[in-house]
């Protein structure tokens, strides 16, 4: 590595991102495979970036229903953390993840500093076409093969990409 290349890779990464990782919830792992891969995914997703020093939560782990009125909605309550944290990577596949896409693709800040990672046997469905209309906007957006990309670490590659990129962007602006 050439010192250019040394001093380039010691800065931004020393840049340390606030991160939402949106997908299945973790709490009780489903007897369904595929969901069981995805929450294993998320919960491996979040402690390889943990481990690079980056503050990752889920924001099952932040949202709190019992507060009064529409402050204890939750679908409120994570819009507001979505503009509070510098990334938000969504693997878009339970019926919250997909909700969570379609906010972002509603709203332009979100979008900017947003992932949105679907199957690609679903890109041609509801929830893909939320997430178009999210990357129109600015979102990061992209297919992923399943089995094979959750298997060999491809998706957690492709989200390790994009906190580089925005790591970069940071530290410049």
Same mark, same amino acid.
């Given at each position: 590595m050439t010192e250019i290349q040394e001093l380039l890779a010691r800065t931004v990464a020393s840049r340390k991102l606030k991160i939402l990782v949106f997908g299945p919830q973790v709490a009780t792992i489903s007897p369904d495979e595929r969901t069981a891969k995805l929450q294993k995914k998320r919960i491996e997703i979040r402690e390889k970036l943990e481990a690079l020093g980056h503050h990752v939560r889920y924001a099952e782990e932040l949202v709190d229903p019992s507060l009064p009125g529409l402050m204890g909605n939750p679908v409120f309550q994570e819009m507001i953390l979505m503009r509070e944290y510098d990334f938000v990577a969504t693997l878009v596949e339970s019926p919250g993840s997909v909700v969570e @896409?379609? /906010?972002?693709?509603? !709203? !332009?800040? /979100? @979008?900017?500093?947003a992932s949105l990672f679907i199957d690609h046997d679903y890109r041609h469905g509801l929830a893909a076409k939320a997430c178009e209309m999210a990357q129109a906007r600015g979102c990061h957006f992209t297919t992923y093969k399943y089995p094979n990309d959750l298997d060999e670490c491809n998706l957690y590659g492709m989200i390790a990409d994009r906190v580089s990129h925005i790591q970069a962007v940071k530290y410049i602006f």
């Amino acid at each position: 590595m050439t010192e250019i290349q040394e001093l380039l890779a010691r800065t931004v990464a020393s840049r340390k991102l606030k991160i939402l990782v949106f997908g299945p919830q973790v709490a009780t792992i489903s007897p369904d495979e595929r969901t069981a891969k995805l929450q294993k995914k998320r919960i491996e997703i979040r402690e390889k970036l943990e481990a690079l020093g980056h503050h990752v939560r889920y924001a099952e782990e932040l949202v709190d229903p019992s507060l009064p009125g529409l402050m204890g909605n939750p679908v409120f309550q994570e819009m507001i953390l979505m503009r509070e944290y510098d990334f938000v990577a969504t693997l878009v596949e339970s019926p919250g993840s997909v909700v969570e @896409a379609t /906010l972002i693709a509603g !709203d !332009d800040e /979100l @979008a900017r500093k947003a992932s949105l990672f679907i199957d690609h046997d679903y890109r041609h469905g509801l929830a893909a076409k939320a997430c178009e209309m999210a990357q129109a906007r600015g979102c990061h957006f992209t297919t992923y093969k399943y089995p094979n990309d959750l298997d060999e670490c491809n998706l957690y590659g492709m989200i390790a990409d994009r906190v580089s990129h925005i790591q970069a962007v940071k530290y410049i602006f």
